[in-house]
């Protein structure tokens, strides 16, 4: 765990808060990603200084120099967790400081600062404190928080790494990330592009993942499909993400997940999800799964059921496959029992309505 001093936060409340009326509106349907909480919270680091100026501020847009670092050389990450409001009114996040833990992972393959896990977490609670009329009560929705880093030295060297950064945590109340909930999604397998190789920034949250991502997605529309497969990058054989989210293939009572080999993102959700398999009496095995492997094991009926997993989305459950070569179907095309089983209980433990034996529920307020 990475510790410092406790930072000081100066608070500045809004003077231009939504009406509770109007939050309530938002709350009705809030989509995914598309309405902000009042508040958001700012950390600024300079090389010798460190984290310094903690503060909440209203939310609102950022003034920042043409020539900043981060918009000419991408030097940026981001993570992305929830808050929850439990059955007993309680408010609480799921596995932070694992987030705060994957944050400085990324931060040292970016050549950027480490954030403290405490100052992480703290500056995480500040802004669902202050916020809290904004963490939804209805089934299934949540607060959804994005804590993220930019470059902010000013100047177009490209030599060295900036020396100045800003931290930010912001918040943004979130229905289903699918508009089909658990409907099953339909995948494309991307041969034409390649998300991550070995030595690059695949097991990193940074920005640059996903914006090259965005040509492969486009190309697995125009194919009629929801989302786009990532293949390994030397061979295009072995399966590894799904856009951004972990995939799980099963195998009656058996569930499989490719190994984290450096170009997949180690998945909170993932790793909390073979944790619960074992609690369930499932066996879990990571290693590599071919697309072979995939089409024969359907065919065969061997594979009963496909997931994807990550924090926007939890579990959804993937219907069927289409690639250049042709498609197949995975079992009767619909959300499978171990699928749903352990969508519930991850979700379970989430709201409070499951118990919680490995601790991951952190209380907020």
Same mark, same amino acid.
């Given at each position: #765990?990475?510790?410092?001093?406790?930072?000081?936060?100066?608070?500045?409340?809004?003077? /231009?808060?939504?009406?509770?009326?109007?939050?309530?509106?938002?709350? /009705?349907?809030?989509?995914?990603?598309?309405?902000?909480?009042? %508040?958001?919270?700012?950390?600024?680091?300079?090389?010798?200084?460190?984290?310094?100026?903690?503060?909440?501020?209203?939310?609102?847009?950022?003034?920042? @120099?043409?020539?900043?670092?981060?918009?000419?050389?991408?030097?940026?990450?981001?993570?992305?967790?929830?808050?929850?409001?439990?059955?007993?009114?309680?408010?609480?996040?799921?596995?932070?400081?694992?987030?705060?833990?994957?944050?400085?992972?990324?931060?040292?393959?970016?050549?950027?600062?480490?954030?403290?896990?405490?100052?992480?977490?703290?500056?995480?609670?500040?802004?669902?404190?202050?916020?809290?009329?904004?963490?939804?009560?209805?089934?299934? %929705?949540?607060?959804?928080?994005?804590?993220? #880093?930019?470059?902010?030295?000013?100047?177009?060297?490209?030599?060295?790494?900036?020396?100045?950064?800003?931290?930010?945590?912001?918040?943004?109340?979130?229905?289903?990330?699918?508009?089909?909930?658990?409907?099953?999604?339909?995948?494309?397998?991307?041969?034409?592009?390649?998300?991550? /190789?070995?030595?690059?920034?695949?097991?990193?949250? *940074?920005?640059?993942?996903?914006?090259?991502?965005?040509?492969?997605?486009?190309?697995?529309?125009?194919?009629?499909?929801?989302?786009?497969?990532?293949?390994?990058?030397?061979?295009?054989?072995?399966?590894?993400? #799904?856009?951004? #989210?972990?995939?799980?293939?099963?195998?009656?009572?058996?569930?499989?997940?490719?190994?984290?080999?450096?170009?997949?993102?180690?998945?909170?959700?993932? @790793?909390?999800?073979?944790?619960?398999?074992?609690?369930?009496?499932?066996?879990?095995?990571?290693?590599?799964?071919?697309?072979?492997?995939?089409?024969?094991? *359907?065919?065969?009926?061997?594979?009963?059921?496909?997931?994807?997993?990550?924090?926007?989305?939890?579990?959804?459950?993937?219907?069927?496959?289409?690639?250049?070569?042709?498609?197949?179907?995975?079992? @009767?095309?619909?959300?499978?029992?171990?699928?749903?089983?352990?969508?519930?209980?991850?979700?379970?433990?989430?709201?409070?309505?499951?118990?919680?034996?490995?601790?991951?529920?952190?209380?907020? *307020?």
């Amino acid at each position: #765990m990475t510790t410092a001093p406790k930072l000081s936060f100066d608070v500045q409340q809004s003077h /231009a808060a939504r009406t509770p009326a109007e939050r309530e509106r938002v709350l /009705a349907a809030p989509g995914f990603g598309q309405t902000f909480t009042d %508040h958001m919270v700012s950390i600024d680091y300079t090389e010798g200084q460190g984290w310094h100026d903690g503060r909440l501020t209203a939310y609102g847009p950022l003034t920042l @120099d043409p020539a900043t670092s981060v918009f000419h050389y991408a030097q940026e990450l981001f993570e992305g967790l929830k808050a929850y409001r439990q059955e007993n009114g309680s408010i609480v996040a799921f596995r932070p400081y694992a987030n705060a833990s994957r944050f400085n992972i990324s931060a040292r393959r970016m050549a950027m600062p480490e954030v403290p896990e405490e100052t992480f977490v703290e500056a995480l609670e500040l802004l669902v404190q202050t916020d809290r009329d904004w963490v939804p009560s209805t089934e299934g %929705h949540s607060l959804y928080l994005r804590p993220f #880093m930019i470059a902010t030295q000013v100047g177009l060297g490209v030599n060295y790494p900036s020396k100045s950064y800003r931290f930010m945590v912001i918040g943004s109340p979130a229905a289903a990330y699918f508009a089909g909930g658990v409907k099953p999604v339909s995948v494309w397998l991307s041969q034409d592009y390649t998300r991550a /190789a070995p030595g690059g920034t695949g097991f990193a949250k *940074c920005g640059g993942n996903y914006a090259a991502a965005f040509v492969a997605q486009r190309q697995a529309v125009e194919n009629g499909c929801d989302q786009v497969v990532w293949l390994d990058a030397f061979e295009h054989r072995y399966v590894e993400e #799904m856009g951004g #989210m972990n995939l799980f293939f099963v195998f009656g009572d058996r569930l499989v997940t490719p190994d984290l080999t450096g170009t997949l993102l180690a998945g909170i959700t993932r @790793d909390s999800l073979l944790t619960l398999a074992a609690d369930l009496g499932l066996a879990a095995e990571e290693r590599k799964i071919s697309i072979d492997e995939w089409r024969e094991a *359907c065919a065969s009926g061997e594979l009963t059921e496909v997931f994807a997993c990550g924090t926007a989305a939890v579990i959804t459950p993937v219907g069927s496959v289409k690639g250049v070569e042709g498609g197949w179907t995975i079992g @009767d095309g619909a959300p499978g029992p171990v699928t749903l089983r352990l969508r519930d209980e991850l979700m379970g433990i989430q709201y409070g309505t499951r118990p919680d034996p490995h601790g991951w529920v952190h209380k907020i *307020c």
